[in-house]
């Protein structure tokens, strides 16, 4: 079984930084993707951003230009760096991983949760 730990978030006025790290831990061969989501009060999950093993990162264009995704392979980490940040980004964030365990089964894994709050 893969557990994931996130930590960050927070409140923070609009323009300010957040830092959100997400950590992989288990039974884990190897891991291919690792992403951010976010939900918002009243709307569907979304996809912010994306690390896929191997190809490009991708940014939502609401996001593109102020956040940053990294992965730190030999840590089973992603983190997520957002900049300037908006009204509008208030939300719950998810970091989601997919890989394959050491049973040679495919996971797909959500964390908890970090609630981020972007004050006017």
């Known amino acids: 079984q893969v557990q994931l730990a996130e930590s960050g978030g927070g409140l923070v006025q609009a323009g300010g930084s957040l830092r959100l790290s997400c950590t992989a831990s288990?039974?884990?061969?190897?891991?291919?993707?690792m992403d951010w989501y976010r939900q918002a009060p009243g709307k569907h999950r979304e996809l912010v951003a994306a690390?896929?093993?191997?190809?490009?990162?991708y940014y939502a264009d609401a996001v593109k230009g102020r956040f940053t995704i990294s992965r730190d392979d030999a840590k089973n980490t992603v983190v997520l760096q957002m900049d300037s940040l908006k009204v509008e980004d208030t939300a719950v964030y998810y970091c989601?991983?997919?890989?394959?365990?050491?049973?040679?089964?495919?996971?797909?894994?959500w964390g908890q949760g970090t609630q981020v709050t972007v004050s006017p």
């Open positions: 288990g039974r884990i061969f190897s891991i291919n993707d």
């Open positions: 690390a896929r093993g191997g190809g490009p990162t």
């Open positions: 989601n991983v997919k890989g394959w365990n050491e049973g040679g089964q495919n996971f797909l894994a």
